[in-house]
């Protein structure tokens, strides 16, 4: 991991220096304007198996998706994504008292990780549950930061070791039903994104002259992965060089510029899995806030967003509509039930008689 900090200095003036165009447009968004998409944006591209390299070198959790991307300019990244399964974000509605709020929050959490509400810290809004006899760990905290001039001072996080789905729609229903959020994201629906790129102006290159395992360097038998590309890829070559006159010699493969991404990609693997060596990848970690899956509170017809569907939720828009009572934007999209963008008065009553048994769905 320490390898890897050490790039992000230059992965950051590469990616400042470097135009991106020939991408879809959710895709471009996600690359450059971090925290904005999705994994939709990540549909048309090619996803890739490393095989295990990047979690046997640090750069990753055991659970990722990785694709690959070639910008019209032929600057080559890959795209890691990390779904956080240890962690559940949720978001304070706009009209909630952040102090009062988080202090019943620590009491929603109290109950399905006790000691959470005696451990609360209410100048911090945060707890932290420990069990020295186990590995139980629990930990919540208010966020409270801005990106990119955008306000996330509502975002809470919860990470737990044993991420038990139970308690997870525990959590969900009693931060609803107190009515304390607009959006809520269970286990594994955020994730950590990252850029890397192979390095040398993609030409498979960068390997250190010894392996680390576990943080300890063992030697590598370069004759025998000069002799294996001979053998196997007769077009390529290993070269030695040294980034600076008197630093440390590195290897590069000499003829691997020629090769598509692809190539590139599976060459790298395949040298991991019979040597154990891989290439030296400037990785860019993606700032927070992490992207996000799916909002659990995205229910149609769920106005109030306490996850029922009642008469409640018709008083509730029929408000929005006649008075003005502000809606989130969860509880908008919950009431637009005909889809045409805005609450109004045909998607209060297709709430009514559904309600009422009159309709059958919510269309």
Known sequence: MNKMMKKIAAALLAAACIPVTGLTAGAEEQFWIWGTTSLEAYKDLEQVDDHGMLTANDYTDEMHELYLYETQYGHRWMLLVTPRTHVIRFVLRDDMEIEEASRQVAEVIDTYYPGSLANYNAERHES?????????????????????????????????????????????????????????????????????????NSILGGYDSVKYTDGNASAIDWDSIRNYLTEQHPDLTLESYAVYEGTETHYRISGAEDLSFREQFDLAVEL?????????????????????????????????LDTDISIVDVIALNRNIMTGDPLCETAKQNADLNGNGTPDETDALNLLKYIVGINETLG
């Open 128 to 200: 932290k549950v420990e069990e020295n006899e186990g590995d139980d760990y629990m930990y919540f905290s208010h966020l409270g930061w801005t990106y990119h001039g955008e306000q996330y001072d509502r975002v809470f996080e919860l990470r737990a070791d044993d991420n038990c789905a139970e308690k997870e729609a525990g959590i969900l229903l009693g931060l609803a039903q107190r009515h304390l959020i607009s959006e809520f994201y269970g286990w594994g629906q955020t994730a950590h994104y990252g850029m890397g790129d192979l390095p040398h």
């Open 272 to 304: 991991w899995e019979r040597f154990g060596i891989e290439p030296n990848i400037g990785w860019l970690q993606t700032s927070e806030p992490p992207l996000t899956g799916g909002n659990a509170l995205l229910r149609p017809g769920d106005v109030t």
